[in-house]
């Protein structure tokens, strides 16, 4: 969360974040200071900021509607301080639906990036790109008719720097697509990725050297951006053809829904299970997770039976569900263990550990790959 809805667009709700008025601050500091008086520059700077995120939002708008097109799902487009991220469900995956829907932004960015400035060149005369350029460089002083100049140049910026070839900008998933024509994928993001840390190590000592605070900044969310994008695909590659059954509990703790909360507290203390599913016979009723028994300690005390607190509303798998797709779901809803349930009866839970532990079992002993499908 963290976040304010401001309107929604086919569908797509596109959010602010809680942090984004901070752009605004600064856009009013840095216009304001050499302005006279301060509040013109502040008004200025504050203007245009909105102005070139409603651009973001178009930017982010195009990305989201192509994957569309592709069969993906949009849930939001959160606006942050350093730009727009529109949030996924399943990124479009052929190489050439990725590198459309990555080109989409960038695309959007220019076109609107020339379409001001033909319009610039249409309603102002031509100097007035050289008295923008000094007002801004040198501190001069700022002119409403230099709005449609400014914004201009950085959709045509927004364009450019999002083409440069490094996770998480465009361009690293359009390196990734066309990487990805000529080598499997896994390889080709372990390349895109490798690209985009040398490149995210370049801008770093640039800003290191140019005393530019903004460029490290830039370079170290390059860095971890290209790195989160490995492990993404390192762990979907790692678990890719893995079904639940070769990963869950087996035995877990059941709890019976008659059974007081203060057992439930007693196995908690015994081992090191924090979720509890509760069955009657080999039948699931109902979850209860840790903070569901905490909740219910604090509010109806250990004698409490436990169908009156368990959570009747709950994910559940199949023995033959995709583990990387449920490991997605997972993180996803911030479930800790989801119940393996076959034809109404219950086998077993799948835990993060499990997960965790399958992931790492695959990564240190490659020749259980070969395992795969004939377990
Ligand atoms: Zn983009």
């Known amino acids: ?38 509040w013109r520059g502040a008004v200025f700077g504050i203007v245009v900021v909105v102005l070139l995120f409603v651009c973001v939002v178009l930017h982010e708008l195009a990305h989201s509607l192509v994957a569309i097109q592709f069969g993906s799902r949009v849930n939001e487009i959160v606006l942050l301080p350093l730009g727009g991220v529109a949030q996924m469900e399943r990124v479009p995956e052929r190489p050439y639906q990725e590198l459309l829907m990555s080109l989409a932004g960038p695309v959007a960015s220019g076109l609107i990036g020339v379409g001001l400035s033909f319009l610039t060149l249409f309603l102002f005369p031509l100097r007035i790109w050289t008295a923008f350029l000094q007002a801004i460089s040198s501190g001069g002083t700022l002119s409403w008719s230099y709005l449609l100049p400014y914004l201009a140049i950085t959709n045509l910026f927004l364009a450019g720097f999002n083409l440069l070839p490094a996770f998480p900008m465009d361009g690293g998933r359009v390196l990734r697509a066309i990487l990805a024509t000529v080598m499997p994928y896994g390889r080709a993001t372990a390349l895109a990725v490798r690209i985009g840390q040398v490149l995210a190590w370049g801008l770093g000592l640039l800003g290191l050297f140019s005393r530019d605070v903004f460029l490290i900044l830039v370079a170290l969310f390059v860095y971890a951006g290209a790195t989160q994008e490995g492990r993404m695909v390192q762990l979907k590659t790692a678990l890719a053809g893995l079904r639940v059954r070769q990963a869950y509990s087996h035995s877990p703790q059941a709890v019976h829904p008659e059974d007081p909360l203060s057992h439930v507290v007693d196995l908690m203390l015994e081992g090191f299970q924090s979720d509890f599913p509760v069955c009657e016979g080999d039948r699931l009723v109902g979850m209860l997770t840790r903070t569901g028994v905490l909740r219910g300690l604090k509010e109806h005390g250990p004698q409490v039976p436990v169908h009156q607190i368990m959570q009747r ?57 070969s395992r795969r499908n004939t377990l």
């Open 1 to 38: 969360m963290g976040s304010l809805k401001l309107v929604t667009v086919k569908g797509i709700p596109i959010r602010m974040h809680i942090t984004f008025p901070l752009i605004l601050v600064w856009a009013a500091i840095q216009f304001g200071s050499g302005q006279n008086p301060f």
């Open 313 to 369: 509303n709950f994910l559940i798998v199949g023995p033959d569900d995709d583990l990387f797709e449920i490991q997605q779901r997972m993180s996803e809803s911030g479930a800790e263990a989801i119940p393996v349930v076959d034809a109404g009866t219950f086998l077993g839970l799948l835990t993060r550990q499990d997960l965790e532990e399958a992931f790492r079992l695959v990564t240190v002993y490659p020749s259980l790959l």
